[in-house]
């Protein structure tokens, strides 16, 4: 089962995450999310045990609960929905030049 764990201090690292939830069962995976752009942590993550039961424990256990100053939030992730991987806003086409207003110039 996976977890999200949301509200993470930008300075966690997932070696911290993973020890954190580590108390509750054998955690199978520990990631952070980074920004591709900057590298730096977006304050969420995901935790995954292989063990239904200990990640409920978890679950319950650490929401709410204090890592590195911050109130966690803790809930089963959601399955990952496929997202457009578009350069220019989501791949909405771009119309017109610099200064274009649409309707007539005159």
């Given at each position: 089962?996976?977890?999200?764990?949301?509200?993470?201090?930008?300075?966690?690292?997932?070696?911290?995450?993973?020890?954190?939830?580590?108390?509750?069962?054998?955690?199978?995976?520990?990631?952070?999310?980074?920004?591709?752009?900057?590298?730096?942590?977006?304050?969420?993550?995901?935790?995954?045990?292989?063990?239904?039961?200990?990640?409920?424990?978890?679950?319950?256990?650490?929401?709410?609960?204090?890592?590195?100053?911050?109130?966690?939030?803790?809930?089963?992730?959601?399955?990952?929905t496929d997202r457009p991987r578009g350069g220019m806003g989501g791949g909405?086409?771009?119309?017109?030049?610099?200064?274009?207003?649409?309707?007539?110039?005159?």
């Amino acid at each position: 089962m996976k977890l999200y764990v949301g509200n993470l201090s930008y300075d966690t690292s997932e070696d911290e995450l993973r020890d954190a939830f580590a108390a509750f069962g054998d955690v199978a995976s520990a990631k952070i999310i980074n920004d591709r752009e900057t590298g730096r942590s977006k304050g969420f993550g995901f935790v995954e045990f292989n063990d239904d039961e200990a990640a409920r424990k978890a679950m319950s256990s650490m929401n709410g609960s204090d890592l590195r100053g911050r109130a966690l939030t803790v809930n089963e992730a959601r399955p990952q929905t496929d997202r457009p991987r578009g350069g220019m806003g989501g791949g909405r086409e771009r119309s017109g030049g610099a200064g274009y207003r649409g309707g007539n110039r005159y």
